[in-house]
């Protein structure tokens, strides 16, 4: 039989679940930043006070975990953009293909961190697959499957591209130093 203790913590657990879908607005996203408030609030515990409302607190633990989500994202994005404009820095402004380079740049480098890590040892470094496979301390199955994310997400860009007003059925996008199958 449930207390009444653990009738309150259920509804609290509801709570934060309806803030945090509200504040997503994706379910899995809410799911996220539920978990990571029930680990800091573990973590704070020390820091609630009896006399407040634990569902307030509560409330406000989910507010900030999703902020700093929403933080880290635009840091992220900044850094990528940043990054991409690196990767053009010896394009002409005047080249056509600026606008095509610049989406494969940005792709590039919205790659996760290991996928883009992998692609840069081999397609840009020109490593060997067991070369990158011992530079990033990982099986050269892992550097493979890795690689072939990376080739698809960037051929994914790729086929988006407009030419001429038409949506690619085939990728253009050839990467040096690998299959292309």
Do not use: C
Not at 28 to 36: G, M
Request: charged residues 30%; without cysteine.
């Amino acid at each position: 039989m449930k207390s009444t203790r653990d009738d309150a913590m259920e509804g609290d657990l509801t709570a934060m679940r309806r803030y945090a879908r509200a504040l997503a607005r994706d379910h899995h996203d809410a799911d996220d930043v539920v978990q990571d408030a029930l680990v800091r609030a573990i973590e704070r515990q020390q820091t609630f006070q009896p006399e407040r409302s634990r569902r307030r607190w509560l409330l406000a633990i989910v507010h900030n975990v999703f902020i700093s989500g929403r933080r880290r994202a635009a840091a992220e994005a900044r850094r990528n953009d940043s990054f991409a404009e690196t990767l053009l820095a010896h394009v002409e402004p005047e080249q056509e293909h600026r606008a095509r380079l610049t989406q494969i740049a940005h792709a590039f480098a919205a790659l996760t961190d290991h996928h883009r890590a992998v692609a840069h040892l081999i397609l840009v470094e020109g490593f060997s697959y067991q070369e990158a496979a011992d530079v990033l301390e990982i099986p050269i199955g892992t550097v493979m499957s890795r690689l072939a994310r990376a080739r698809a997400a960037l051929r994914a860009v790729e086929q988006e591209m407009p030419e001429n007003g038409q949506k690619q059925t085939h990728a253009r996008l050839r990467v040096v130093g690998g299959q292309d199958d």
